[in-house]
Antibody, heavy 122, light 108 residues
Framework: QVHLQESGPGLVRPSETLSLTCIVS?????????WGWIRQPPGKGLEWIGS???????FYNPSLRGRVTISVDTSKNQFSLNLKSVTAADTAVYYC???????????????WGQGTRVTVSS | SSELTQDPAVSVALGQTVRITCQGD??????ASWYQQTPGQAPVLVFY???NRPSGIPDRFSGSSSGNTASLTITGAQAEDEADYYC???????????FGGGTKLTVL
C-alpha cells in the first residue's frame, strides 16, 4: 500500500522560500506515475500546485509558475516542493499526492499524504 | 472557461439518495474525479473516470456525466458520508488541473 508523508518547516517568513519533502513508501517512485503537490488555504478549497515524473518532466499551475519548483530524488524515493517569495496568501495545508497522469483514466490523485500546515508570517 | 461550479451545501436524510453536481464547460470532453474530505483529514478519492471506484470505497458512491455536468451520487447516504466533496477537472495535456469550490454534505 502506497503511503506518502510530508515534512518541512511549519513557519516560513514572508519573501523567503517554502521547502517541503514527500517521502514515498510502499511503492517505487519510478513506477510510471507522476507525483504532485496540492494545497488548501485555511477554510478554503483545494488548489493543484504541480506534478513531476521520474524523468524530471514537470507540470505547474500557471498561477504559480515562476515561483514553484518540484524536484524528484529517485535514490531516496522522495520528491520536493520549493515555493519562493512566499506571502501570507501561501499559508495553507500542503498535501503530496500520487498523480494518475498519464494513465487511462488520468484524472485522479490517490493516495494523499496527511498534509502539513505551513504558515507564512514574520 | 475552466471553472467548476458546485453547490456550497447539500443535505440528505439518512438512508436517502443524494446527487452532488459539478458544472463546467471543460466537463463536456473530460471526466471529473471526486474527493471526500472530512474535518481535519486529507481528501480521499471516491470516484474517477467513466466508472472507476477505488478499492475500499463503498459501492453506494457512483459517478455520472451529462453535457457540462458531472455528478456524484450517494445511494443510501450514511452518517459517515457527511463531509466536503470536491470535483476536479484535468485535460489531456496534463498541466491544466482545476478543483471545484466544494460541496458540504450534511446527513440529517
Amino acid at each position: 500500500q502506497v503511503h506518502l508523508q510530508e515534512s518541512g518547516p511549519g513557519l516560513v517568513r514572508p519573501s523567503e522560500t517554502l521547502s517541503l519533502t514527500c517521502i514515498v513508501s510502499g511503492s517505487f517512485i519510478s513506477n510510471g506515475y507522476y507525483w504532485g503537490w496540492i494545497r488548501q488555504p485555511p477554510g478554503k478549497g483545494l488548489e493543484w500546485i504541480g506534478s513531476i515524473y521520474l524523468s524530471g518532466n514537470t507540470f505547474y499551475n500557471p498561477s504559480l509558475r515562476g515561483r514553484v519548483t518540484i524536484s524528484v530524488d529517485t535514490s531516496k524515493n522522495q520528491f520536493s516542493l520549493n515555493l519562493k517569495s512566499v506571502t501570507a496568501a501561501d499559508t495553507a495545508v500542503y498535501y503530496c499526492v500520487r498523480d494518475g497522469f498519464p494513465g487511462d483514466p488520468f484524472n485522479w490523485f490517490d493516495p494523499w499524504g496527511q498534509g502539513t500546515r505551513v504558515t507564512v508570517s514574520s | 472557461s475552466s471553472e467548476l461550479t458546485q453547490d456550497p451545501a447539500v443535505s440528505v436524510a439518512l438512508g436517502q439518495t443524494v446527487r452532488i453536481t459539478c458544472q463546467g464547460d471543460s466537463l463536456r470532453n473530460y471526466y471529473a474525479s471526486w474527493y471526500q474530505q472530512t474535518p481535519g483529514q486529507a481528501p480521499v478519492l471516491v470516484f474517477y473516470g467513466k466508472n472507476n471506484r477505488p478499492s475500499g470505497i463503498p459501492d453506494r458512491f457512483s459517478g455520472s456525466s451529462s453535457g457540462n455536468t458531472a455528478s456524484l451520487t450517494i445511494t443510501g447516504a450514511q452518517a459517515e458520508d457527511e463531509a466536503d466533496y470536491y470535483c476536479c477537472f484535468r485535460d489531456s495535456s496534463g498541466d491544466h488541473v482545476v478543483f471545484g469550490g466544494g460541496t458540504k454534505l450534511t446527513v440529517l
